[in-house]
C-alpha cells in the first residue's frame, strides 16, 4: 500500500515543523525517516496515521485522504511511537488480546494473531507477566506486537530499536526487513548504522523540509565529492611529514587521523588525485608508506554534511 506525502504544512506557534513536505513510499518499500531532533519526523509520522492534521496538503494512505477518511485510514497501520505507551498493570498476552479487539481482529483469529506475534516478536517467556514487570527492550517488542496485531499494510516505527541489547537489534532489524517485504515500513532512528542495513531508501529531512533522497548508497556516492585518503607515512617526524603533504599542489587539506601517531587524512583538490604525489613524496624524503587507503563516507557522514 502506497504512502503519498503531498506539500504538507504544519507550524507550532511560530515554529514552522514541516515546510511544504512532499515524498513517496512504495508498497514492499522500507523507508529509513532521517533528520536531527526537531526536523519534523516525528510530526510527519503523526500526520500519516492521523494523530494531527496538517494545515496545508494532504496524505493519502492506498489513495485514501487522511483529511477525508482518518478512520479507514488507521485500520490499515500499525504504529510504534517514540515513547510507547503501554498499560503497565497488563499481563503481555492480555494486552495484546486488549488491543487486537480495538483494532477489530476477528475473535476467531485474534487468538493465532496473539501467538504469532509472541512468536515473531520473541515474548514466548514475557507472555504471562505484567508489562511493568519487563526490561525496556522487552516493552519495545511488546510495543512493535501491537503495531503489528491486525497485520496491517502499513507500519510506521519511531525509533523501534531503543532500549535493545546489540542481539535485540539484530533480530528486531532482520524482522523489519521480513515484514518490508509486503508492508510498507517508514522507519526513524539515530543509529544510522542500523538505518543503512535495514532500509531501501533514506529520506534526511531538515527544518521541516527534505534535504536528501535515495538509496543509502546514491546518497554515499553523492557525498564523496573530493578524493579523500588515509595516508600512513613512516621515517619523519610527525610535524615535518605534515608541512612537506601540505606543500603538495594537489593537495588541499591535510589532518592528523585520530588512530596512529604518523596517519593523516589528505584531502585532495576538485577533480585531482594526491596518491602518486605522495607516493614520490616519500620517495625522495626516503620515507615509507604504511597505508594508502581512500576513505569512504558513511550514512552518519552525509547526515552531518546535510543537518549542520
Known amino acids: 500500500m502506497d504512502i503519498l506525502v503531498e506539500n504538507i504544512t504544519k507550524s ?11 515524498f513517496k513510499v512504495k ?24 494523530f494531527l492534521s496538517p494545515e496545508q496538503g494532504d496524505i493519502k494512505v492506498g489513495g485514501r485522504s487522511v483529511r477525508e477518511k482518518p478512520d479507514e485510514v488507521k485500520k490499515d497501520i500499525g504504529y510504534l511511537p517514540e515513547n510507547n505507551p503501554l498499560y ?8 495484546l488480546a486488549f488491543v487486537g479487539e480495538l483494532q477489530g481482529v476477528p475473535k476467531e ?18 507472555k504471562h507477566k505484567k508489562i511493568g514487570e519487563l526490561s525496556k527492550g522487552y516493552r ?22 531503543t532500549g535493545l541489547d546489540p542481539n535485540q537489534i539484530i533480530e528486531i532489524r532482520e524482522l523489519i526487513k521480513e515484514i518490508g517485504k509486503e508492508k510498507t515500513v517508514i522507519l526513524s532512528s ?11 531508501r533514506v529520506v534526511i529531512i531538515n527544518n521541516g523540509k527534505i534535504v536528501a533522497d535515495g538509496t543509502p548508497e546514491q546518497l554515499r556516492q553523492k557525498a564523496q565529492g573530493n578524493e579523500s585518503l588515509k595516508v600512513g607515512i613512516e621515517g619523519g617526524e610527525k610535524n615535518d611529514v605534515y ?18 601517531d604518523n596517519t593523516f587524512i589528505v584531502e585532495s583538490k576538485p577533480g585531482m588525485s594526491s596518491a602518486k604525489a605522495i607516493f614520490d613524496l616519500c620517495v625522495e624524503k626516503g620515507w615509507y608508506l604504511t597505508q594508502l587507503t581512500p576513505q569512504e563516507k558513511n550514512l552518519e557522514d552525509v547526515f552531518r554534511e546535510l543537518t549542520n
Open 190 to 200: 539515530h543509529i544510522l548504522a542500523e538505518v543503512e542495513a535495514t532500509c531501501d
Open 243 to 260: 608541512t612537506a603533504l601540505n606543500e603538495l599542489s594537489p593537495v588541499a587539506v591535510v589532518d592528523f587521523a585520530d588512530d596512529g
Open 12 to 22: 507550532y506557534g511560530s515554529q514552522k515543523a514541516l515546510d511544504n513536505l512532499s
Open 140 to 161: 519495545q517488542r511488546v510495543g512493535l506486537a501491537q503495531a503489528l496485531i491486525h497485520d496491517p499494510a502499513v507500519l510506521i516505527l519511531d525509533e523501534p530499536t
Open 88 to 95: 503497565l498493570d497488563m499481563p503481555v498476552i492480555d494486552y
Open 27 to 50: 508498497t514492499g518499500e522500507i523507508l529509513g525517516f532521517l533528520g536531527p531532533n526537531g526536523a519534523g519526523k516525528t510530526t510527519t509520522m503523526k500526520a500519516i496515521t492521523c
Open 109 to 126: 483469529k485474534l487468538k493465532d494473531r496473539i501467538k504469532l506475534m509472541i512468536k515473531v516478536c520473541g515474548l514466548t517467556k514475557e
